[in-house]
C-alpha cells in the first residue's frame, strides 16, 4: 500500500521512500533508459522499411446495357435467363469488379506470369544457385502462400461507401516494384473482365442467333433481333474499352516515403519503455529487501 505521508505501519511504503528508491537508483535507471533508446535507435535504423503505393479507381457503370435487356424480360419468357444475360441487377459491375481485383486466380495468374514467388519469399531463395533454401520440397513457397501473403499483407482494397471509390494500396519493401504492382493488377482486372464480357456475349450470341431460327412468331423474333443488337453493343464496346472495371482516377506514383517503420515513434517508445520497467525495476527491488 502506498500513503502520501508517514505511517507506523511497517509494510507500508511511502511516497518519500519511493522517492529515495528511485533516487538510489538513478544510475540503473539512467543506463536502462539510454539502453532502450539504444535498442530503439537500432530498430528503426535496421528494419526493412515499407512503401505503399496506391491507386485512386472509379468501377464503370454498366453504360446503360441492363436498362435495354430488363425490358425485354416480360416479351421473352426467361429466354433471356435462359441464355445467362443479366436482365437487371445495376451496379453488378461494379461487386463483379471488385471481387475480381481481390480474386485468388488474379493474383496466382499475376504471380505466375511475374515469376514472384523468388521475390516475395526472398529469405528462402539462393539467386545465386537459382534454388530453394530448403530440405525438404514441402517447405518450397507455392502459388497458394503467395495469395496467403497478398492478401494479408502486401494487397488492401476499400470502397468508400460515399462514393464508391475504390483504393487499392500495395505494400513492399521496393517502391518501384509496389508501383508497378498496383498499375498492373488494375490493368489485369481490366482486361480479365474485358474478355469475360466478349466471351459471354459471343455465347449469348450464338444462343439468340439459334433461338431466331426455331422461332416464327413476329413478337419474339422483334425481341431476339433487339436482344442481339444489345449484344452486338456490348461486344463492341468491351473490345474498345481498356478501362472496362475501373477508370484510373489517379494512377500509382513510386512512393518517395516508407509508411513503416516510423522510426521516431519506435525511438521514443525505446526511451519510454526503458525509463519505465528501469523505474519499476528498482522500485520491486528496493522494497522487497526493505522487507
Same mark, same amino acid.
Request: proline fraction near 4%; glycine fraction near 10%; aromatic fraction near 6%.
Given at each position: 500500500?502506498?500513503?502520501?505521508?508517514?505511517?507506523?505501519?511497517?509494510?507500508?511504503?511511502?511516497?518519500?521512500?519511493?522517492?529515495?528508491? #528511485?533516487?538510489?537508483?538513478?544510475?540503473?535507471?539512467?543506463?536502462? &533508459?539510454?539502453?532502450?533508446?539504444?535498442?530503439?535507435?537500432?530498430?528503426?535504423?535496421?528494419? &526493412?522499411?515499407?512503401?505503399?503505393?496506391?491507386?485512386?479507381?472509379?468501377?464503370?457503370? *454498366?453504360?446503360?446495357?441492363?436498362?435495354?435487356?430488363?425490358?425485354?424480360?416480360?416479351?421473352?419468357?426467361?429466354?433471356?435467363? #435462359?441464355?445467362?444475360?443479366?436482365?437487371?441487377?445495376?451496379?453488378?459491375? $461494379?461487386?463483379?469488379?471488385?471481387? &475480381?481485383?481481390?480474386?485468388?486466380?488474379?493474383?496466382?495468374? !499475376?504471380?505466375?506470369?511475374?515469376?514472384?514467388?523468388?521475390?516475395?519469399?526472398?529469405?528462402?531463395?539462393?539467386?545465386?544457385?537459382?534454388?530453394?533454401? %530448403?530440405?525438404?520440397?514441402?517447405? %518450397?513457397?507455392?502459388?497458394?502462400?503467395?495469395?496467403?501473403?497478398?492478401?494479408?499483407?502486401?494487397?488492401?482494397? $476499400?470502397?468508400?461507401?460515399?462514393?464508391? #471509390?475504390?483504393?487499392?494500396?500495395?505494400?513492399?519493401?521496393?517502391?518501384?516494384?509496389?508501383?508497378?504492382?498496383?498499375?498492373?493488377?488494375?490493368?489485369?482486372?481490366?482486361?480479365?473482365?474485358?474478355?469475360?464480357?466478349?466471351?459471354?456475349?459471343?455465347?449469348?450470341?450464338?444462343?439468340?442467333?439459334?433461338?431466331?431460327?426455331?422461332?416464327?412468331?413476329?413478337?419474339?423474333?422483334?425481341?431476339?433481333?433487339? #436482344?442481339?443488337?444489345?449484344?452486338?453493343? &456490348?461486344?463492341?464496346?468491351?473490345?474498345?474499352? *481498356?478501362?472496362?472495371? !475501373?477508370?484510373?482516377?489517379?494512377?500509382?506514383?513510386?512512393?518517395?516515403?516508407?509508411?513503416?517503420?516510423?522510426?521516431?515513434?519506435?525511438?521514443?517508445?525505446?526511451?519510454?519503455?526503458?525509463?519505465?520497467?528501469?523505474?519499476?525495476?528498482?522500485?520491486?527491488?528496493?522494497?522487497?529487501?526493505?522487507?
Amino acid at each position: 500500500m502506498i500513503t502520501p505521508g508517514n505511517t507506523s505501519g511497517s509494510s507500508e511504503v511511502t511516497l518519500t521512500e519511493i522517492g529515495g528508491l #528511485l533516487l538510489g537508483g538513478k544510475w540503473w535507471i539512467l543506463a536502462s &533508459t539510454l539502453l532502450g533508446l539504444a535498442l530503439g535507435l537500432v530498430w528503426a535504423l535496421t528494419a &526493412t522499411p515499407i512503401y505503399r503505393a496506391e491507386v485512386l479507381l472509379a468501377p464503370t457503370s *454498366e453504360r446503360g446495357q441492363s436498362g435495354g435487356i430488363s425490358g425485354l424480360g416480360g416479351q421473352l419468357g426467361g429466354l433471356a435467363s #435462359l441464355a445467362g444475360m443479366s436482365i437487371g441487377g445495376a451496379g453488378g459491375r $461494379e461487386v463483379e469488379a471488385v471481387a &475480381t481485383l481481390e480474386s485468388r486466380a488474379l493474383t496466382d495468374q !499475376f504471380v505466375s506470369d511475374e515469376k514472384l514467388l523468388p521475390v516475395l519469399f526472398g529469405d528462402q531463395w539462393d539467386a545465386k544457385q537459382n534454388q530453394w533454401l %530448403v530440405d525438404d520440397p514441402a517447405q %518450397v513457397p507455392t502459388l497458394w502462400d503467395a495469395n496467403k501473403l497478398f492478401a494479408n499483407k502486401i494487397r488492401t482494397v $476499400e470502397q468508400d461507401g460515399a462514393t464508391g #471509390l475504390v483504393t487499392l494500396s500495395i505494400e513492399w519493401k521496393d517502391p518501384e516494384q509496389a508501383a508497378r504492382w498496383a498499375s498492373e493488377l488494375v490493368s489485369r482486372t481490366n482486361e480479365r473482365m474485358r474478355n469475360r464480357a466478349i466471351s459471354s456475349a459471343e455465347k449469348n450470341l450464338a444462343y439468340l442467333k439459334r433461338q431466331l431460327e426455331q422461332n416464327s412468331i413476329a413478337e419474339i423474333r422483334t425481341a431476339i433481333y433487339k #436482344l442481339i443488337e444489345s449484344e452486338l453493343k &456490348t461486344s463492341m464496346l468491351a473490345q474498345g474499352d *481498356e478501362e472496362y472495371a !475501373f477508370r484510373v482516377l489517379d494512377p500509382a506514383v513510386v512512393p518517395q516515403e516508407p509508411v513503416r517503420p516510423q522510426k521516431k515513434v519506435i525511438v521514443l517508445l525505446g526511451l519510454v519503455l526503458g525509463f519505465m520497467l528501469s523505474s519499476f525495476a528498482v522500485m520491486v527491488v528496493g522494497i522487497s529487501r526493505r522487507r
